[in-house]
């Protein structure tokens, strides 16, 4: 059976339907990866911010630091989180202890 050519335009349109729905996913993947990378980014430049005041003990880790060892145990919910969160904790303990 011949087509017609209405028939050819109608399957050439809905073959470009499905190019540009395949382009606007590739598109929403690209975006919703550099979301994912600028949030992974700003959470680590926070946590650098703290680590820096903690560390050089300025009056803004002084403030934060009884914070953090309140509020941070209830915050971690996995046991491989409060591992690796501990040597902070402990540190933070310390510095506490000190200053007693």
């Given at each position: 059976?011949?087509?017609?050519?209405?028939?050819?335009?109608?399957?050439?349109?809905?073959?470009?339907?499905?190019?540009?729905?395949?382009?606007?996913?590739?598109?929403?993947?690209?975006?919703?990866?550099?979301?994912?990378?600028?949030?992974?980014?700003?959470?680590?430049?926070?946590?650098?911010?703290?680590?820096?005041?903690?560390?050089?003990?300025?009056?803004?880790?002084?403030?934060?630091?009884?914070l953090?060892?309140?509020?941070?145990?209830?915050?971690?919910?996995?046991?491989?989180?409060?591992a690796?969160?501990?040597?902070?904790l402990?540190?933070?303990?310390?510095?506490?202890?000190?200053?007693?």
């Amino acid at each position: 059976m011949v087509r017609t050519p209405v028939e050819e335009r109608l399957e050439k349109m809905r073959e470009d339907e499905r190019k540009l729905r395949e382009r606007r996913k590739a598109l929403e993947a690209r975006v919703s990866t550099e979301r994912r990378k600028a949030e992974t980014r700003e959470r680590i430049m926070l946590g650098a911010f703290i680590l820096h005041h903690l560390d050089e003990d300025t009056p803004t880790g002084r403030q934060l630091a009884p914070l953090l060892q309140r509020e941070l145990p209830m915050f971690l919910t996995r046991e491989r989180d409060h591992a690796l969160m501990a040597p902070l904790l402990k540190r933070l303990k310390d510095r506490t202890s000190e200053k007693e």
